[in-house]
């Protein structure tokens, strides 16, 4: 641990406590955005009056504020008064759901509560245990834990371990077809992703055993609405459908008044699932090593195997995340903001996976003090397009965590910094170098960090998920840092004289009008240079967004590159080719786009 008073406490989820986060009431803790508006620090104006995007904020606030009063006024029932339900009777094949027995004055329990998912599970393994399951008569299961709303947990015994091919179609859609990944020796046991909420669905099992005959089972499944109401198909437009990576996408915090669930689209853009948020979006939604790990409240974070059990659940008091988190092993570092403190967004805490152990592991004022002190509290005037007011002085936006260094992006300063000692307790975080606009750290003492542009860069503005990208042709020293390059230079937390006419002359002055960037830089530490090694012009979005590379995260691998404030992601080849482009509906801008395949986690 760094320090005893940096140690927030790792408290486990009481079902009795109306504090903790709820399905679709009684969010658990304080949000940053409740957080902030409680300390008086929270304006409803974007940066020049409240705009959409400030009025899509308060949305959320709204949201959350009734839902947090409705929670405190009703009480929840007890997680084990849980109990499977017929859904449906389809001739021999029958779907059940997970069923609550409530008195008129209660609600479900929160779905992310280590006592509502353990009686979830329990129910499950109860019916499956009952009784014998066949291939023709399977126990077929609607969203067990309560997770992804249309995932269908599907289980038959067999004599030999086999192949279970998924074909869904639906009246207006592009019929799915995915091998599901089977988790089960002999039989099949696994998670069925491919329902279209909101629409019935003729859904076609083929099982192929390893030795005997094929069988085949189809059945039409009605599958329920999304909870938040959103579309469930996008604008999709494919030239090349060949080239696209097989796997769904995971668009992340929509604005809205459908709340902060994140929606699983396929390459034709048509939802398969959504996956349950609380009060706040999910930042990162990282799938490997046989599980899925985000945050799944504002602090909150949680780990779901391929049934979509989220265990183990892990809550933090006097925190809450923002921006993005990395997983390292069994380890998570996530950005976070500390309750009380004047200061926001410019902190890392650290959380085990195995232990539930939270610690705050990077306090950005204590690596970069001397630049901290020049920074002032945001006014409603000069708020981020969150509406966010205080002193948020670095706005940190990315963190990754590749061998010993930790690299960050600021927001607010159009920064990015790399860190030594960041990892071990024992150890001083401190600056192993910047690549940014060093007369803005003018005074401070750090701009002997930064390394030097090499011929004319595209400067970075206002940047996104700042990626190293492994490309084993580069020597050793040598590697690339990608991004989306924003291209927006504002702050808000600085006097005018000291950042005006600074900037990148490639970044545009305003919020609306101007051209973003998939950027990526070739960085030579041993040089102490950087210089622009790529550069596609993308729809503007003068924040959020991301660029997100496919596969092993290459630089031969395909990538997602969304531009939130524009509404629409695309999957593109390495070169930068444009294979699809999905538009979506927001009151105001989407967070983050992602892809995973999901292989042997969803689909073989």
């Given amino acids: 641990m760094r320090t005893d008073d940096s140690t927030p406490e790792s408290t486990p989820t009481n079902p009795d406590d109306p504090k903790n986060p709820q399905d679709s009431a009684g969010q658990g803790g304080m949000s940053r955005r409740d957080l902030l508006r409680s300390a008086g620090l929270v304006g409803l ?52 759901s997970m069923k609550y027995r409530l008195t008129d004055s209660q609600t479900e329990p929160a779905v992310y509560n280590t006592a509502t998912q353990g009686a979830r599970h329990q129910a499950l393994m109860a019916k499956k245990m009952s009784q014998s399951w066949a291939v023709d008569s399977p126990l077929m299961v609607l969203d067990p834990y309560g997770t992804t709303r249309t995932g269908l947990y599907v289980y038959f015994d067999a004599a030999t371990s086999g192949k279970l091919s998924v074909s869904c179609a639906t009246a207006s859609t592009a019929t799915f077809s995915a091998v599901a990944a089977n988790h089960a020796s002999k039989g099949f046991e696994g998670l069925v992703v491919a329902l279209v909420p909101g629409a019935r669905n003729t859904l076609t099992l083929t099982w192929t055993p390893t030795s005997g005959a094929k069988k085949v089972i189809t059945a039409s499944i009605p599958a329920p609405a999304t909870l938040s109401g959103y579309g469930t198909q996008i604008s999709a437009s494919v030239s090349d459908e060949s080239a696209l990576t097989p796997g769904l996408f995971a668009l992340t915090g929509v604005v809205g008044p459908q709340g902060n669930n994140t929606y699983l689209f396929d390459n034709h853009g048509v ?47 006097g925190y809450t995340t923002h921006h993005d988190l990395v997983v390292v092993g069994d380890i998570v570092y996530a950005l976070a903001s500390r309750s009380g403190s004047g200061r926001v967004e410019d902190r890392v805490l650290r959380i ?13 004022q204590k690596v970069l003090p001397n630049y901290e002190k ?30 010993d260094v930790m690299y960050l992006s600021s927001r607010e300063t159009s920064t990015i910094i790399a860190l030594d000692n960041a990892l071990d307790a024992d150890s001083t975080p401190s600056v192993r170098y910047m690549i940014g606009t060093p007369a803005l750290w003018k005074g401070t003492g750090y701009q002997k960090h930064f390394l030097t542009a090499s011929g004319s860069p595209t400067g970075n503005a206002g940047q ?3 990626e190293r990208i492994h490309d084993p042709e580069l020597p050793a020293g040598q590697y690339y840092l990608e991004m989306f390059n924003n291209n927006y230079w504002y702050l808000g937390t600085r006097a005018d004289k000291d950042w005006k006419g600074i900037g990148p002359s490639n970044a545009s002055a305003t919020a609306t009008k101007g051209t973003s960037h998939w950027l990526r830089y070739l ?21 959020v967004s991301n660029v997100f590379r496919l596969g092993g995260g290459t630089i031969s691998d395909n990538a997602v590159v969304h531009s939130g404030k524009a509404y629409l992601f695309s999957e593109r080849r ?31």
Avoid at 78 to 95: C, F, H, M
Avoid at 381 to 398: F, I, M, Q, R, S
Avoid at 576 to 600: E, H, I, M, Q
Wanted: proline share 3%; hydrophobic share 40%; charged share 20%.
């Fill in 374 to 403: 020049l920074a002032h509290t945001r006014s409603t005037a000069t708020a981020d397009p969150y509406g966010v007011v205080g002193e948020d002085w670095a706005h940190l936006n990315t963190v990754q965590v590749v061998g």
């Fill in 464 to 466: 996104h998920s700042v």
């Fill in 574 to 604: 390495p070169d930068g080719t444009v294979l699809a482009t999905y538009r979506y509906d927001s009151t105001s801008l989407g967070y983050r786009a992602y892809k995973d395949s999901f292989k042997g986690f969803w689909y073989a």
């Fill in 45 to 96: 104006g974007g940066i020049g009056g409240i705009g959409l995007t400030g009025a899509g904020v308060y949305v959320r606030r709204a949201r959350r504020t009734a839902a947090k009063a409705a929670a405190a006024a009703t009480p929840t029932v007890d997680p084990s008064k849980v109990y499977l339900s017929k859904y449906l009777a389809d001739g021999k094949l029958t779907v059940c």
């Fill in 271 to 317: 939802m398969r699932a959504e996956l349950l948020a609380t009060d706040q979006e999910h930042y990162h939604v990282v799938v490997e090593d046989g599980r899925l790990i985000t945050n799944t409240s504002s602090s909150q974070i949680s780990v779901l195997d391929h049934l979509g059990h989220a265990d183990p659940i892990i809550d933090f008091n």
């Fill in 523 to 543: 960085v030579d530490e041993k040089a102490g240079t950087y210089k622009e090694a790529f550069r596609v012009d993308v729809p503007y979005s003068s924040v």
């Fill in 352 to 364: 085990d996976l195995n232990s539930g152990e939270v610690a705050e592991w990077v306090d950005l």
